[in-house]
Structures are given as C-alpha cells and as structure tokens.
T-cell receptor
Framework: EPEVTQTPSHQVTQMGQEVILRCVPISNHLYFYWYRQILGQKVEFLVSFYNNEISEKSEIFDDQFSVERPDGSNFTLKIRSTKLEDSAMYFC?????????????FGDGTRLSIL | GDSVTQMEGPVTLSEEAFLTINCTYTATGYPSLFWYVQYPGEGLQLLLKATKADDKGSNKGFEATYRKETTSFHLEKGSVQVSDSAVYFCALSLSNGNNRLAFGKGNQVVVIP
C-alpha cells in the first residue's frame, strides 16, 4: 500500500537555526498537510497545500513557517529561527481530494528537538 | 470552534476485555468523523470513518457509530488483544473544502496479557 514518507525521523537543532522537514506524499494525491503534536498535547493542524499554494493555515502557522513543493514528489516544511517551543512531532499527510469524507494518510512523523 | 473531546487518561485492560473510548464533538457544520490509531514508533493510521449521521464505521473488530443527537462517535471493540495496545485519536473534518482535521487528545490503550 502506498505510504507517506518523512525524513528525518529525528532532527536536533540549536535554537535560532533554520530547519527543513521533508515529506514525500502518496504519488497520486493532490492535497498536502502539515500537523504538529507537542508532547502531551493534541495533534494540531498547521497548513494545507494544493496546486502549489497554501489553501488554509492555522494561527500557529506564522511568518516563521513556510511550505514548498520544490519538485513533483517532495513537500517541505521550513521553520526559520527555531524556538524552544517548536519542539514537537511534525506529521505530514496527503489526501486524494479535499472532500471531508476522504481520509488523510499520515507519515510516521519527524521528532524535532530544539536545544 | 470545531473541536473533539476524548475521555481523560490512559485505558488499561486485560486481553479479551471490552473496550470503549468516548469521543464527543462540537462542529458548526456536518462533519465527517474518524478514528486514527498510532502504534508505538509509527505514524497515524486511519482505523475507521463515518461520514453522516447513523453511519457505522468498522475495521479490525473496532466499531463506532456517528450519533448526531448526542454528538458522539465512541469507539468500541468486543475483545481486545495485546496487539491493540496503541494511542487512539478521534478526529473530525468539515465539508468546507479544506479538509482540516481537528483531533482529540488521544487515549493510550494498554492491553495486558
């Protein structure tokens, strides 16, 4: 069964540095998402992406964050000038379309640790 | 705003016991409802879904019925196995074209042999 793959599985970065989290969505999917889960808290929506542009973003997704689909397969989340509170598990997801009854398929996540 | 509430705390039970995890939601529209499961060291996997009132989603012996009158989507399994030990997340998605998922906090389920 096709999978969403994320790299790296664990990223350790110094505070203030930039980090790029990478995702390869399922190949025939058109909608892409990033979520994060701070330890002990809910999984939170960050952003959705379609047709090379952001379709929706949450209040968490401020100017520190950006997303890009640099080629036909990768979908990246960039965090500029990381802060301690950015430490979390980041999940990428993809879906075939944007109808609410269509499930999103998730990757295994990247654990980001900011020191 | 749209939100999902799951019962507090981990759930520990013996093999072959009956499992129930409560989930209630608040939504302005007509959401689709999902249960996702996260096994240790893995990502979120869709367990089951229901897209309209009175629908029952089922998979791997798990069931959940979309109850509009009580705004609930409780997860049940009649006889759990050790391999069911995982974190279970209830989630909703609205039919607003963007498909943003709102998750509950998740429940750790530990099944003891």
């Amino acid at each position: 069964e096709p999978e969403v793959t994320q790299t790296p599985s664990h990223q350790v970065t110094q505070m203030g540095q930039e980090v790029i989290l990478r995702c390869v969505p399922i190949s025939n999917h058109l909608y892409f998402y990033w979520y994060r889960q701070i330890l002990g808290q809910k999984v939170e929506f960050l952003v959705s992406f379609y047709n090379n542009e952001i379709s929706e973003k949450s209040e968490i997704f401020d100017d520190q964050f950006s997303v890009e689909r640099p080629d036909g397969s990768n979908f990246t989340l960039k965090i500029r000038s990381t802060k301690l509170e950015d430490s979390a598990m980041y999940f990428c997801a993809s879906s075939a379309d944007s109808y609410s009854n269509q499930p999103q398929h998730f990757g295994d996540g990247t654990r980001l640790s900011i020191l | 705003g749209d939100s999902v509430t799951q019962m507090e705390g981990p759930v520990t039970l013996s093999e072959e016991a009956f499992l129930t995890i409560n989930c209630t939601y608040t939504a302005t529209g007509y959401p689709s409802l999902f249960w996702y499961v996260q096994y240790p060291g893995e990502g979120l996997q869709l367990l089951l879904k229901a897209t309209k009132a009175d629908d029952k989603g089922s998979n791997k012996g798990f069931e959940a019925t979309y109850r509009k009158e009580t705004t609930s989507f409780h997860l049940e399994k009649g006889s759990v196995q050790v391999s069911d030990s995982a974190v279970y997340f209830c989630a909703l998605s609205l039919s607003n074209g963007n498909n943003r998922l709102a998750f509950g906090k998740g429940n750790q389920v530990v099944v003891i042999p």
